[in-house]
């Protein structure tokens, strides 16, 4: 099965500390031992080292580590989506047409991305806005929590 982890999954299997560490961590484990195909886009690493390095933990991710994390835990273990200009002018229209605002279209960016690299499932701790973007119910079928 291919899957995509949301930025807010990735985050969470990083942190330990975090509440929802385990079934992150778990779901990150599978991909690193090739018992699930992971994807990731090239938004959504640089969405990761933003989150990781801004979010409060104790103590702070510094940028170093956060960059060690990218390409020690997770790159050498997902697929890239490479986005281009026409898919980022998509996803801005689509958003724009629905009277979407602020931060809906980083995920719509990611739900785009499982699309085009065919994923089979999207795992998000934030399943009710994912479902919300998804456009058919095949892609909503595809959305769940860790």
Do not use: W
């Not at 560490?21 to 080292?49: D, M, N, W």
């Not at 701790?125 to 595809?142: G, P």
């Amino acid at each position: 099965m291919k899957a995509s982890l949301d930025t807010n999954v990735l985050v969470a299997a990083a942190i330990e500390d975090h509440p929802h560490h385990v079934p992150a961590f778990e779901l990150l484990k599978a991909i690193q031992q090739k018992r699930l195909r992971g994807c990731i886009s090239t938004h959504g690493q640089a969405e990761f080292y933003s989150v990781i390095t801004r979010a409060p933990f104790r103590p702070r991710v510094h940028p170093i580590e956060a960059g060690r994390m990218l390409e020690e835990n997770i790159v050498p273990y997902f697929e890239v989506v490479v986005l281009t200009a026409e898919d980022y002018q998509a996803v801005l229209h689509s958003c724009a047409a629905a009277g979407l605002i602020g931060g809906m279209i980083f995920d719509a960016l990611h739900l785009y991305s499982s699309e085009k690299a065919n994923c089979d499932r999207i795992y998000t701790f934030n399943v009710k806005d994912f479902r919300m973007l998804a456009q058919t119910e095949e892609v909503i079928a595809m959305i769940a929590s860790p």
